[in-house]
């Protein structure tokens, strides 16, 4: 696979780079003024298809028709009045596959059209000898590489892969909820022998049918994907026709974590999936491995697995209304990062122990590696609440979590594996990587190796340095580490002095040294670009529910909610589509809130920009709540003041915590108050920052707005260093 090198400016094409469902081009306040809620990214940024003739319109429904993979796509054509559908004549590269259409419900004629090898394809429509319209579509393999490439190697297929891609048929198991109360959870179900104890549930669509659910398991992307939906075997399904019990609405769950996988794992999709609140309402439950952020963390491997998925499901299942997400931790990175990055692929994510992405929380954990490292060494005696001041955080439980329990700076070491685990994650979710011992990265006897770093796993986000390794987007040039304590008098003079003169940093291969590091040229601008370091200007359109518990010594900082909202107000004007509940609010009340929220966004067909409507459409169970650990009521500005801080808020910088790299200025004693420092003081400190101290008073160094759809390969599958847009459809 050969590269190519992108730059552009770091601007936005604002528009409609959307996947959802329904039909599945919309709800980006693009050309139609979004009065289409669900969709996937269209022809172009607004302007009409080229395919498109007075003649017949010919729509792809599964995807954009440039996207397609496995083989299938769903396809919709619309003749012209005065031409009848049952006269045209719709061929594939000249092959007649007019039997795959025909007028479906809805008086739509519509066909999966199936058997497309990877590459090119002329789907055109014929009335006689006259050629109608033509659109091509370009199917890619089912093993991916359609927004990213190279794909991470080495890659373990389980047993039963028919090729290196992991390749094997769907396979379908059947669950079902018994009437009996004694019968705890989901049991085995035999469609050839029904049992006689099958619970009924209503639906939100008021249909009263049996509590049995098929959950599909398949293989995309080289890894696997679960779908549970209710479901009657005895009766038909078709993409034109799905069974009444499902109510054509989605629900992605994700699993927590950020990790490097280098081999296949479904040790908890299956699970996942089998949400009895939402599959009672007669949702569709996907659970896909490769947005497992503690089994793949980077951000155009999620959405592109994401986007197949839901493929899948409109092209086996039916056009969806609308998706929406739901997850916890890395859970909140995946669906917060991709919603902001990939239009379309949510309407809502409800999120809980909310991380706003990988790449901005990934500065703290390493800010904790080298904190934690000072304070293990230095001769200068710190309190434990001295330590934490310096830090950040209400006390020092927090980096030791970060480091010791979750490990997550393996994510910076090329060497770390996942050494230990935690129950109910995914093997990968402390972070570092699963590859073989013998595949590895080693500097003496293996060098070329797998290197077990989240930016190594995504080196064609970041892009390589000389040395090959992926470029490193972290930097604490210039940093003032426990700024805010000195300046509050909670540490001394002394203690500032030699913490900033000491902390160092880590090589390229995580050994400590004595310097600070710069991140490497390139690696900043790719990390706003691609959404890693997540600026939100795409979540405007996005109905968001934030789920916040107290924990004041644990990783998920109460700041982190308020750190979104504040990325929401920069870029959008507002945060008028995000709520906030603080120790208030169930998983089911937020299923509840989310899909009247969306629904009545959906209801609404004028031309209303999409974002507008978001704000429009809020129910009133989706205000800010607020409550105490007992269930007592609190402002929010009390909520607001329970917010921990972190070790860059700590240095000065603002709530919204996305400067990968500061821009500098010169020392200067007044900047510091009433802190005296002595002349020998002084020195060192101008000696432990040469080029200037940060200044967050100013954007970071090239910090940017995110590009929306990136891709990492071109049309020819080129790799694409640093990504680009998706081009318009010819």
Same mark, same amino acid.
């Given at each position: 696979?050969?590269?190519?090198?992108?730059?552009?400016?770091?601007?936005?094409?604002?528009?409609?780079?959307?996947?959802?469902?329904?039909?599945? $081009?919309?709800?980006?306040?693009?050309?139609?003024?979004?009065?289409?809620?669900?969709?996937?990214?269209?022809?172009?940024?607004?302007?009409? =298809?080229?395919?498109?003739?007075e003649a017949a319109d010919i729509k792809v429904l599964s995807n954009r028709a440039d996207l397609v993979s496995g083989g299938d796509?769903?396809?919709?054509?619309?003749?012209?009045?005065?031409?009848?559908?049952?006269?045209?004549?719709?061929?594939?590269?000249?092959?007649?596959?007019?039997?795959?259409?025909?007028?479906?419900?809805?008086?739509?004629?519509?066909?999966?059209? +199936?058997? @497309?090898?990877?590459?090119?394809?002329?789907?055109?429509?014929?009335?006689?000898?006259?050629? $109608?319209?033509?659109?091509?579509i370009t199917n890619h393999a089912n093993g991916g590489r359609i927004l990213y490439?190279?794909?991470?190697?080495?890659?373990?297929?389980?047993?039963?892969?028919?090729?290196?891609?992991?390749?094997?048929?769907?396979?379908?198991?059947?669950?079902?909820?018994?009437?009996? =109360?004694?019968?705890?959870?989901?049991?085995?179900?035999?469609?050839?022998?029904?049992?006689?104890?099958?619970?009924? %549930?209503?639906?939100?669509?008021?249909?009263?049918? =049996?509590?049995?659910?098929?959950?599909? +398991?398949?293989?995309?992307? #080289?890894?696997?994907?679960?779908?549970?939906?209710?479901?009657?075997?005895?009766?038909?399904?078709?993409?034109?026709?799905?069974?009444?019990?499902?109510?054509?609405?989605?629900?992605?769950?994700?699993?927590?974590?950020?990790?490097?996988?280098?081999?296949?794992?479904?040790?908890?999709?299956?699970?996942?999936?089998?949400?009895?609140?939402?599959?009672?309402?007669?949702?569709?439950?996907?659970?896909?491995?490769?947005?497992?952020?503690?089994?793949?963390?980077?951000?155009?491997?999620?959405?592109?697995?994401?986007?197949?998925?839901?493929?899948?499901?409109?092209?086996?299942?039916?056009?969806?209304?609308?998706?929406?997400?739901?997850?916890?931790?890395?859970?909140?990175?995946?669906?917060?990062?991709?919603?902001?990055?990939?239009?379309?692929?949510?309407?809502?994510?409800?999120?809980?122990?909310?991380?706003?992405?990988?790449?901005?929380?990934?500065?703290?954990?390493?800010?904790?590696? $080298?904190?934690?490292?000072?304070?293990?060494? %230095?001769?200068?005696?710190?309190?434990?609440?001295?330590?934490? *001041?310096?830090?950040?955080?209400?006390? %020092?439980?927090?980096?030791?979590?970060?480091?010791?329990?979750?490990?997550?700076?393996?994510?910076?070491?090329?060497?770390?594996?996942?050494?230990?685990?935690?129950? &109910? +994650?995914?093997?990968?979710?402390?972070?570092?990587?699963?590859?073989?011992?013998?595949?590895?990265? !080693?500097?003496?006897?293996? =060098?070329? &190796?797998?290197?077990? /770093?989240?930016?190594?796993? *995504?080196?064609?986000?970041?892009?390589?340095?000389?040395?090959?390794?992926?470029?490193?987007?972290?930097?604490?040039?210039?940093?003032?580490?426990?700024?805010?304590?000195?300046?509050?008098?909670?540490?001394?003079?002394?203690?500032?002095?030699?913490?900033?003169?000491?902390?160092?940093?880590?090589?390229?291969?995580?050994?400590?040294?004595?310097?600070?590091?710069?991140?490497?040229?390139?690696?900043?601008?790719?990390?706003?670009?691609?959404?890693?370091?997540?600026?939100?200007?795409?979540?405007?359109?996005?109905?968001?529910?934030?789920?916040?518990?107290?924990?004041?010594?644990?990783?998920?900082?109460?700041? #982190?909610?308020?750190?979104?909202?504040?990325?929401?107000? #920069?870029?959008?004007?507002?945060?008028?589509?995000?709520?906030?509940?603080?120790?208030?609010?169930?998983?089911?009340?937020?299923?509840?809130?989310?899909?009247?929220?969306?629904?009545?966004?959906?209801?609404?067909?004028?031309?209303?920009?999409?974002?507008?409507?978001?704000? *429009?459409?809020?129910?009133?169970?989706?205000? !800010?709540?607020?409550?105490?650990?007992?269930?007592?009521?609190?402002?929010?500005?009390?909520? /607001?003041? $329970?917010?921990?801080?972190?070790?860059?808020?700590?240095?000065?910088?603002?709530?919204?915590?996305?400067?990968?790299?500061?821009?500098?200025?010169?020392?200067?004693?007044?900047?510091?108050? %009433?802190?005296?420092?002595?002349?020998?003081?002084?020195?060192?400190?101008?000696?432990?920052?040469?080029?200037?101290?940060? !200044?967050?008073?100013?954007?970071?160094?090239?910090?940017?707005?995110?590009?929306?759809?990136?891709?990492?390969?071109?049309?020819?599958?080129?790799?694409?260093?640093?990504? @680009?847009?998706?081009?318009?459809?010819?």
């Amino acid at each position: 696979m050969s590269e190519k090198t992108w730059s552009g400016r770091g601007g936005v094409l604002l528009a409609a780079w959307c996947i959802g469902g329904g039909a599945l $081009l919309a709800g980006c306040g693009g050309g139609d003024g979004g009065a289409r809620f669900a969709g996937l990214p269209p022809a172009s940024t607004g302007n009409p =298809p080229a395919t498109t003739t007075e003649a017949a319109d010919i729509k792809v429904l599964s995807n954009r028709a440039d996207l397609v993979s496995g083989g299938d796509a769903l396809v919709e054509i619309v003749p012209a009045a005065g031409i009848a559908a049952s006269a045209l004549r719709i061929e594939l590269d000249g092959t007649d596959v007019s039997s795959a259409f025909a007028m479906r419900p809805g008086e739509r004629f519509m066909g999966l059209v +199936t058997g @497309m090898s990877e590459g090119r394809h002329l789907l055109s429509a014929r009335a006689g000898d006259t050629a $109608l319209s033509s659109l091509v579509i370009t199917n890619h393999a089912n093993g991916g590489r359609i927004l990213y490439g190279p794909q991470i190697q080495p890659w373990a297929c389980d047993a039963g892969a028919q090729d290196a891609d992991c390749n094997r048929p769907v396979s379908y198991s059947f669950k079902y909820l018994s009437s009996d =109360p004694a019968v705890a959870g989901f049991q085995p179900y035999d469609p050839a022998r029904p049992p006689a104890d099958i619970a009924t %549930t209503t639906t939100d669509q008021g249909r009263t049918v =049996p509590f049995v659910v098929r959950i599909e +398991t398949g293989v995309q992307d #080289r890894d696997y994907y679960d779908l549970a939906v209710l479901f009657d075997p005895a009766k038909p399904w078709a993409p034109w026709q799905p069974q009444a019990a499902w109510n054509r609405k989605l629900l992605i769950q994700h699993g927590s974590g950020c990790g490097n996988g280098y081999g296949q794992s479904n040790a908890l999709s299956s699970q996942r999936v089998l949400d009895r609140d939402a599959l009672s309402r007669g949702f569709a439950v996907l659970a896909v491995s490769l947005n497992d952020s503690g089994h793949n963390c980077n951000i155009a491997v999620q959405a592109e697995a994401t986007m197949m998925a839901k493929e899948r499901i409109v092209e086996a299942y039916g056009e969806l209304r609308y998706t929406f997400g739901y997850g916890t931790s890395g859970g909140a990175i995946a669906q917060q990062w991709m919603a902001n990055a990939y239009p379309g692929l949510y309407q809502g994510i409800i999120v809980g122990a909310s991380f706003p992405d990988a790449g901005s929380t990934g500065n703290e954990v390493e800010d904790c590696a $080298l904190l934690r490292n000072y304070f293990g060494r %230095t001769a200068t005696a710190w309190t434990p609440d001295q330590q934490a *001041a310096a830090s950040g955080h209400l006390n %020092t439980a927090v980096c030791t979590e970060w480091i010791d329990f979750y490990k997550f700076n393996n994510n910076l070491n090329p060497y770390a594996t996942n050494i230990a685990n935690i129950p &109910g +994650t995914s093997p990968t979710a402390l972070g570092g990587c699963d590859a073989p011992p013998g595949a590895r990265y !080693d500097a003496t006897f293996n =060098p070329g &190796g797998a290197r077990c /770093t989240s930016a190594d796993s *995504a080196i064609s986000i970041f892009g390589k340095r000389p040395d090959g390794f992926a470029n490193r987007p972290y930097s604490n040039v210039g940093l003032q580490y426990g700024l805010l304590a000195l300046k509050a008098g909670r540490i001394s003079a002394e203690q500032f002095v030699d913490l900033n003169a000491n902390i160092g940093s880590h090589t390229i291969d995580y050994a400590l040294q004595a310097p600070r590091v710069a991140a490497d040229p390139g690696a900043i601008e790719a990390s706003y670009r691609s959404g890693s370091f997540n600026q939100a200007n795409g979540l405007g359109q996005v109905a968001i529910i934030d789920i916040r518990t107290l924990d004041i010594s644990g990783i998920h900082h109460q700041h #982190r909610s308020w750190t979104l909202r504040a990325r929401l107000d #920069r870029a959008n004007g507002g945060h008028a589509n995000q709520a906030i509940w603080y120790q208030a609010g169930s998983q089911r009340e937020a299923y509840d809130t989310m899909d009247a929220w969306l629904g009545a966004i959906e209801r609404d067909g004028g031309a209303t920009p999409l974002a507008q409507k978001v704000i *429009a459409h809020r129910p009133a169970s989706a205000n !800010d709540r607020c409550g105490s650990a007992d269930g007592t009521g609190l402002s929010m500005l009390e909520c /607001t003041g $329970l917010a921990d801080g972190s070790t860059r808020m700590a240095a000065g910088e603002a709530i919204t915590g996305d400067v990968l790299e500061c821009q500098l200025v010169p020392l200067d004693r007044a900047s510091y108050g %009433t802190v005296v420092f002595s002349d020998a003081q002084w020195s060192r400190l101008k000696a432990a920052f040469p080029t200037g101290v940060c !200044d967050f008073g100013r954007p970071g160094k090239g910090q940017q707005l995110t590009r929306f759809w990136q891709t990492y390969l071109d049309t020819l599958g080129q790799v694409v260093v640093g990504g @680009m847009p998706l081009p318009d459809l010819p």
